[in-house]
């Protein structure tokens, strides 16, 4: 199944664990690994800390240190610190589901990470039933 997600910002988290959780349960599935995928080169999808929004500015902030998009790159276009840190965090997670349940940690979300934004996102969901 596939979704769609609104980014607002440049670079940004957006905890789409709900949504998952929602889209997957809708499909009539309780239990199996769910896979979340992003087919964007300048996004990705990440497991990460979902009670702190501040640890989510540390993580871009970081990022940026990393990858900063003052940087002279060889890329043509203007977005290649953009690609780095999607690269960086990859493009997928898998996840256990069971009784309709994701098997996160107690502080665990997923999360679609922008950093090209703003732009409308897909998210391909995928069950293997277990």
């Known amino acids: 199944m596939k979704l769609k997600i609104e980014t607002k910002h440049k670079s940004e988290m957006i905890d789409i664990t709900k949504t998952v959780t929602e889209a997957v349960i809708k499909k009539g599935i309780k239990s199996g690994l769910v896979t979340v995928f992003v087919p964007h080169t300048t996004a990705s999808i990440i497991l990460f800390e979902n009670i702190d929004p501040q640890l989510r500015r540390d993580f ?17 276009g203007e977005n290649a610190a953009a690609h780095i840190k999607s690269a960086l965090c990859g493009a997928r997670v898998v ?3 069971e009784n309709a349940k994701l098997q996160l940690g107690e502080w665990q979300g997923i999360f679609l990470c922008e950093f090209d934004g703003p732009r409308e996102r897909t998210v391909i969901v995928q069950v293997i039933n277990g």
């Open 60 to 76: 871009l902030e970081a990022l940026g240190r990393i990858a900063p998009a003052s940087q002279t790159y060889h890329h043509q």
């Open 95 to 97: 996840v256990p589901m």
